[in-house]
Each structure stands twice: as C-alpha cells, then as structure tokens.
C-alpha cells in the first residue's frame, strides 16, 4: 500500500463553559429517556444540501484493469473552509469536518479508535469525514490513518492528526421559525449537549441576529446526552425539557426570514453556537435541522429542512 501523508491540524474555537451545580427539581436524561441523542452521522445528507456525493453514487464503478494509481485529492475548498495541506477543515472545540475530492471514486475506511463518521456516500469523487472524539477523550493531538482505496484495489492511507476536542459540547440543533398557527406560540429553538459534562444553563441567552438583547436563562441544567427546548412559557408539544423563554425569542419571535440568525450565548457572554441560514426561506410548519448534529458552523449545507416535514422538537432525538 502507498503511503500518503497529510496532517490536520485543528484549533478549537474558545467557546466557554460555565461549572456545573446539579438541580435536582431539573429533568435529566437517562438511558430510557425520550430526548436522548442520536448517533453522530443521525440526519445524513439531504436532497436539499446540494450535496450531490450523497445522492448520486449507486455503488462501486467498473474496474479498470489499467488502472495501477491510486486515487488522488484535488479541487478548492468550500467558502469558510480553510485549506491544510491537501484537504479542507472547519472546526470548533467539539468537533473537526474535513472534505476533500479525489479524482476518482473512492472507499473511505475509518480506523476503529477514531469517534466520528464518514457523511458521504460509498465510492463517492466528494468526501466529507466528522472527527469528533467520542470513542475516546482526546487530551492530545493523535494521529490516525483513513484508508483511501479506487476500485481497482489501489490504495493509499490518509494520516489525519486529530486535534484537542475539549470545552462545551452544546448545539443548537433545530429551529421553527414559521409555525402553523399563532406566533410565537410554537416557535421553537432546540440545543442538545454533546459534551461529557452536565451543563449549568443558568445565565446562558439566546439571542437573534447578533443583538445581544435576547432571552436570559433563569436557570436549567442540561445534562450529557439531554436535548432541550427553549421556546414561550405554556409551550410543551414534548415529553422532555422545555426551558420557557418570555423576552425577545418567546414575546416577540422569530422573523419569517432568511436573513435571521440564531446565537447561544454563554453566562460570559461567549458564543456557544449560532444558526445561520441565508440561503433557506422559514417554511410554514417545517423546522430546519442540522444535517448531523455535531457538524461546526461553517460547514456548507449546514441546516436542511426537517426530513419528516415536521415541526414537533425532537423527533429526531429518539
């Protein structure tokens, strides 16, 4: 097998998180809970991202029995990518998303050792990996191979270093703006805590379009593997945590447009997360969810809409 080298480098963004006291009047997750987490690669990609890699390839191609090289990385990186060596990265403290191209298509394997997921489709000429951590703490930067092979059988390794994956693990995960019936009475905005740690809510906003204006937390603990709903007091279509909101998000909601941005912010005034979906009109009734719900912001076709055409929070978190 020949060897290709190329080392990721990846830098956490500085998200804070708060230290955690447990209430015990708060709902947490537990094992049987409905409003536990999917596995990393839950959603997949949707007909709506444009990402054709996840769509188009039936299966393996024809062999070549002329064909004695393996498959090579080419093309440009995405706009909020950034390039490192022959692939391209965007990244925050809890996880890594790197996609490259090859001349022809090609399997990826995936060592055992490394948490995350292949996001592409099988022989494939568009590659998209999500390095996350969660088969084991990574304290340090480790290195690990990805077996690149054609059809044909030629084969070359990937070396990828995955970085430090530390800090909050928190997302927003799925937002309504444009609900059936009265607004803001269904609206809704959904966060989930990918992190090991339970999560001190209390001091935390959610904000919108950058204001830094919006709602505070009163107080809600948000334990490892809980997803929880921040939307109107009185709202509660979900047998798990509703946070209730009473200021900008839940008196006077969210806007009907594709200009308007989503911000978590911390009790430090850091931001934790942020939804941004320009290139998406709100749908009456339809919520728009990340397509795997650990990928960072920066990541072309981000948000899809829900894939059940639905509205309800947590029905992908079963």
């Known amino acids: 097998m020949k060897q290709l080298t190329i080392f990721i480098i990846v830098w956490g963004a500085a998200f804070g998180c708060m230290d955690t006291h447990l209430l015990d009047e708060m709902e947490l997750w537990s094992a049987d809970s409905e409003t536990s987490l999917p596995d990393a690669a839950d959603i997949g990609a949707s007909e709506e991202t444009g990402n054709d890699a ?11 029995a002329d064909d004695h090289s393996p498959p090579l990385i080419v093309g440009q990186c995405s706009p909020g990518a950034i390039r490192v060596g022959a ?5 925050d403290n809890l996880a890594a998303w790197v996609a490259f191209s090859t001349d022809e298509p090609a399997h990826i394997t995936m060592p055992e050792s490394v948490g995350g997921a ?3 489709s099988d022989w494939s000429t568009e590659h998209e990996l999500l390095l996350d951590g969660s088969n ?3 304290q340090e930067p480790v290195a690990a191979s990805f077996g690149l092979e054609d059809v044909n059988g030629n084969a070359v390794e990937l070396d990828v270093a995955i970085p430090v994956l530390a800090g909050c693990g928190v997302r927003i995960t799925e937002v309504l703006a444009d609900c059936i019936g009265d607004e803001p009475d269904g609206e809704f905005v ?5 992190g090991t740690d339970t999560i001190d809510l209390a001091g935390w906003m959610i904000d919108d379009n950058g204001d830094q204006n919006g709602d505070i937390i009163v107080e809600g603990m948000l334990a490892s593997g809980q997803v929880a709903v ?4 009185g709202f509660a279509p979900l047998d798990g945590l509703v946070i209730p909101l ?5 008196s006077s909601g969210l806007k009907n447009s594709a200009s308007e941005s989503v911000e978590l912010y911390d009790a430090g005034g850091a931001v934790v997360d942020r939804y941004e979906n320009s290139a998406q009109l709100p749908k009456e ?7 795997s719900a650990k990928l960072p912001v920066g990541v072309p076709n981000l948000w899809v809409s829900h894939p059940d055409g639905g509205s309800s929070p947590g029905l992908l978190v079963e």
């Open 190 to 194: 959904e966060i989930a805590n990918w």
């Open 87 to 91: 692939v391209c990265m965007v990244s």
């Open 285 to 291: 009734g339809i919520s728009f969810v990340r397509r």
């Open 246 to 250: 009473d200021s900008s998000i839940g």
């Open 54 to 64: 996840a769509n188009d390839a039936p299966g393996p191609p024809d062999t070549d």
């Open 118 to 120: 292949v996001l592409s």
């Open 136 to 138: 084991e703490v990574v």
């Open 230 to 233: 921040l939307a109107l007091d």
